[in-house]
């Protein structure tokens, strides 16, 4: 069994920063980590992903030069700092991994699942 929790999600003004965490548990196996989004009445959509050595990021356009996406295998963590963020920016966010060296875009192809955390974003 693999558990993901997130934290680091809040409230903030446009503008601001956030960094989201990600703890990965359970078994283990080499694998790849996606950040996806689901604002209400929208599809879940892929915000960044990474590879399991952390190589090749993957950003969507809408947040390309504001997020990073990192992740520190010797803590089983991935991150996503997020940056000048905007009200479009809200969502819940959800962590994601598979058993695969590298990334996918599309959420089918992830295993496993982070419960979300909550970001929102005043103007």
């Known amino acids: 069994q693999v558990q993901l929790v997130e934290s680091g999600g809040g409230l903030v003004q446009a503008g601001s920063s956030l960094r989201l965490s990600c703890v990965v548990s359970g078994r283990t196996f080499s694998y790849s980590m996606g950040w996806f989004r689901q604002a209400p009445g929208k599809e879940r959509e892929i915000v960044a992903a990474?590879?399991?050595?952390?190589?090749?990021?993957y950003y969507a356009d809408s947040v390309k030069g504001r997020f990073t996406i990192s992740r520190d295998n010797a803590k089983n963590t991935g991150y996503l700092q997020m940056g000048s963020l905007k009200p479009d920016d809200t969502a819940v966010y959800y962590c994601a991994v598979r058993p695969v060296l590298y990334w996918s875009s599309s959420a089918n192809d992830y295993n496993y699942w982070g419960q979300g955390t909550q970001v929102t974003v005043s103007s």
């Open positions: 990474i590879n399991w050595n952390g190589g090749r990021p």
